[in-house]
């Protein structure tokens, strides 16, 4: 087979990745696609937006609420320039769904927002000076920007986001009313209008200021690698490295979509970038369509986990618990590899099952010409962990830098490969030319919904500073009746519930206003002492975790139609895969060696790591059914004992009154008891042959 040939296989989708695209595309502020000089509108506003956000991190001084209304000023305008206000037409009103121009009432609409969202910077002092006594055309002003927010919100996000912050507002109006238990003392149009519009606390909160200084530079920085071809080499790499074991293109879709995911932070564009060349590749080799898309659904929604960039949440957790960004990057990095190595463990779990083999090593690329190929993009990447890591540099420092980096190797790039093929370099210098200016628009576009989602999540947030959260931490304190197990379990199905319909950042903001701190109290009234950390990277991962959950997993549906498979069954099975992350939070709330607390040892915290992978490797054995051979029911609760003792060494050692300086010993038991079971399945060891008709 000739290179090309190779090549085809790994780069040619298939046409059934349509409604993949377009729902990346609507994710990524891609919602029309004008004609004439009208298509021209919305990307050289994303650019001018790129460079403005790149300017505050380089040499423009402002105050950070004047960065923070340009930020929301931009992203509103371009949503109503960019996503009509119905995705379907409607009868006598098909000018509103418009999708091939852009109508005059939107330009409108989008220049009004624009102008609602900058009012706090246009009249900064006049609102300084009158804060907590507003005139009516503050209260004006304030109306249209809460409006206009939440009707941006829907066109982008959907209408959950859009009934939940419009629920705690009627909730702030209308809480003298309520039954005792959830009574407030309410709150007037003008506390409430100041609150939101004309200060720090509501829509322009810490959210929407880290989305305004650090996610952007980010979200940036990845458009800029997915540009100029890096998502395509991640997954080359991992099919160079992993393709030919069994069941390889699982495993190199595992690989690839952590490394997408760590840069990219959305599952949809994850889904869409990798899962393009390996769901196709992992039916070739005999995976059914629905547990190739659920694979890929469980890869690319765990990318949000990986360290070191972890989609927006992760910094606006390190200001929310107000420590550096890097405890946010130790705390979470056991969870997340052992996550993702349980993973990897579930796709061979399911290759033999199914009796798969790996691809034929003639039809995968060459592992060292493929690094070859791409290893100048690992350049801005190790930059930015030097930076982040090493240098201890600010999280939009370390973006900044590694932006020029990529930058200067998008420029390159192509006149150097026209110099080897000996083809003309001019034209190759202005599609570079082009290739970041697309990259630009791109890192624009794909803000649109962090920004929204920070901003419209502000409005929940305010509502809970105006006095609820004392009352909120009641009620749920009622409601559990003091158990924290019990609270766990609500705010986990709570975050699940909720987080259906929201983007993840969205979904971590809402309950962590809601719950953290619940969490944080009541464990405290328990004498059971939950770090802060603990407590907002549990919301964080069940935040992710929404991302499949079925019925409304989205990420599902993108994975479906790519590879034909039934959306609902695509989702089960994916979650399916991903209980053994949801079993992580729960252990480190408990164990919170986990999350490396108060652990400063590079021995400690590896063994800790290796007995987490073995512990969630024995959760996915148990919930998949299968070790090395088929497991018989006596046998599960055997690997939930390996679990257990693994990922919490802390309450046996506790139980058999092993000192803490001895824990080790409660390890050796659990993975005693691993031994053991490897022992029992070892018989039972089916041939190739038998798997398939096994199963």
């Known amino acids: 087979m000739t290179d090309n040939e190779k090549q085809s296989i790994l780069v040619t989708p298939d046409d059934t990745t349509d409604l993949a695209r377009r729902m990346a595309e609507e994710e990524a502020g891609i919602g029309r696609k004008p004609r004439g000089p009208a298509k021209y509108v919305v990307p050289v506003i994303a650019v001018f937006w790129s460079l403005f956000q790149l300017s505050i991190a380089s040499w423009l001084i402002l105050d950070s609420t004047f960065i923070r209304a340009i930020h929301l000023g931009f992203a509103l305008l371009i949503v109503f320039l960019s996503h009509p206000t119905f995705k379907k037409p409607k009868k006598g009103l098909e000018f509103l769904s418009a999708r091939r121009r852009i109508p005059l009432i939107d330009f409108v609409i989008g220049i009004i927002a624009c102008f609602s969202a900058l009012y706090i910077a246009i009249d900064y002092e006049g609102l300084v000076f009158r804060y907590g006594s507003p005139i009516v055309r503050d209260l004006v002003i304030g109306g249209i920007l809460v409006a206009v927010l939440l009707e941006a919100s829907r066109r982008v996000i959907g209408p959950a986001l859009p009934i939940i912050a419009l629920g705690f507002t009627a909730y702030a109006f209308l809480g003298p009313h309520m039954p005792d238990l959830i009574a407030f003392k309410g709150v007037s149009l003008e506390r409430f209008m100041g609150q939101m519009t004309m200060s720090t606390e509501g829509i322009y909160g810490i959210p929407l200021d880290v989305s305004a ?18 998502g395509h080499f991640f ?93 946010v990057i130790k705390a979470a990095a056991i969870p997340a590899f052992a996550s993702y190595a349980a993973l990897f463990f579930i796709t061979h779990i399911e290759a033999s099952k199914l009796g798969l083999r790996g691809m034929p090593r003639s039809e995968l690329p060459l592992f060292f010409k493929t690094l070859l190929g791409g290893l100048h993009y690992m350049v801005p990447l190790f930059m930015l962990l030097y930076e982040l890591i090493v240098m201890r540099h600010s999280p939009e420092m370390a973006a900044f830098k590694a932006i020029w980096v990529m930058g200067v190797i998008m420029l390159l790039q192509k006149p150097i490969i026209a110099c080897i093929r000996k083809t003309p370099v001019g034209p190759a210098i202005w599609e570079s030319v082009q290739d970041i200016f697309s990259a630009l628009a791109s890192g624009g576009r794909n803000m649109v919904s962090v920004a929204l989602a920070t901003a419209a999540a502000g409005i929940i947030v305010g509502v809970v500073a105006l006095g609820l959260g004392g009352l909120i931490t009641q009620i749920i304190d009622v409601i ?35 719950t953290a701190p619940a969490i944080v109290t009541i464990g405290g009234l328990q004498d059971f002492i939950v770090p802060l950390m603990a407590a907002h990277l549990f919301c964080f991962y069940f935040g992710i975790l929404a991302d499949d959950t079925p019925p409304v997993g989205l990420a599902a549906y993108a994975a479906a139609a790519i590879a034909k498979s039934p959306p609902i069954a695509t989702g089960i099975q994916g979650f399916m895969y991903d209980i053994r992350t949801a079993i992580l939070p729960f252990m ?44 018989r029911i006596y046998e599960l609760p055997l ?37 053991i079971i490897y022992l029992m399945q070892r018989p039972r060891i089916p041939r190739p042959e038998e798997t398939v008709a096994a199963w």
């Open 213 to 230: 200084t650090i996610v952007f530079l980010f979200v940036l920085f990845g458009a800029m690698l997915d540009k100029a071809g890096a």
């Open 235 to 327: 997954i080359q790499l991992a099919l160079s490295l992993l393709g030919g074991f069994k069941g390889g293109p699982a495993k190199a879709a595992v690989l690839g979509s952590g490394l997408t995911g760590m840069v990219s932070g959305s599952s949809i564009a994850n889904i869409v970038t990798t899962g393009t060349f390996t769901i196709p590749l992992m039916k070739k080799v005999g995976y059914p369509s629905t547990k190739a898309a659920a694979v890929e659904v469980a890869a690319s929604t765990d990318g949000q986990l990986a360290p070191p960039i972890m989609g927006a949440a992760a910094f606006i957790i390190a200001e929310y618990v107000n420590v550096p960004y890097v405890d």
């Open 480 to 514: 559990s009746g003091g158990n924290i197990f019990l609270m766990l379990v609500i705010t986990a199905i709570a975050s699940l519930v909720i987080g259906m319909g929201l983007p993840t950042t969205a979904t971590y903001i809402v309950m962590a206003s809601l």
């Open 588 to 631: 480190f709330i408990f164990n919170t060696d986990l999350i490396l607390h108060n652990i400063y040892s590079w021995p400690q915290g590896l063994l800790i790591f290796a007995m987490a992978c073995v512990g969630n490797f024995a959760f996915a054995s148990a919930t998949q059914g299968w070790f090395v051979a088929r497991n």
């Open 639 to 675: 690997f939930l004992m390996v679990t257990f003792i693994l990922m919490r060494p802390d309450a046996v050692s506790a139980w058999l009154g092993i000192p803490t300086d001895r824990r080790y010993l409660a390890y050796l038991m659990g993975l005693a008891l691993y031994g």
